[in-house]
């Protein structure tokens, strides 16, 4: 079964970091884009960062230079280094990875359960 899992969440104070983790298990064959994506209590899902391919990254203005995305395309994972925190971070942190091909199955886009991140003093 082919699924995302994200690890690295948790309570952190306000200027602190975090690294969030995501790997794709399963017999993959490959991966188009994969990235990071937030949503904030009452408010709708945003992109936070991604990598579509190539090492081409984009970022939400709101975390550039503080969030750094580094994808491994032969382990099918990627991370997400959070440095300089702010209360406004705070949200549900999901794994998405886009054209997913592996055994059995294709898929346009896969997410992961996500994990929290709370910024908070």
């Known amino acids: 079964q082919v699924r995302l899992v994200e690890s690295g969440g948790g309570l952190v104070q306000p200027g602190g970091s975090l690294r969030l983790s995501c790997a794709a298990f399963?017999?993959?064959?490959?991966?188009?884009?994969m990235g990071w994506y937030r949503q904030a209590p009452g408010k709708q899902r945003e992109l936070v960062a991604v990598d579509i391919g190539d090492h081409k990254i984009n970022y939400a203005d709101s975390v550039k230079g503080r969030f750094t995305i580094f994808r491994d395309y032969a382990k099918n994972t990627v991370n997400l280094q959070m440095d300089s925190l702010k209360p406004e971070d705070t949200a549900v942190y999901y794994c998405k990875a886009e054209k997913l091909g592996a055994a059995g199955l294709w898929s346009p886009e896969l997410w992961g359960q996500g994990t929290l991140v709370n910024v908070s003093s």
């Open positions: 399963g017999t993959i064959y490959s991966i188009g884009a």
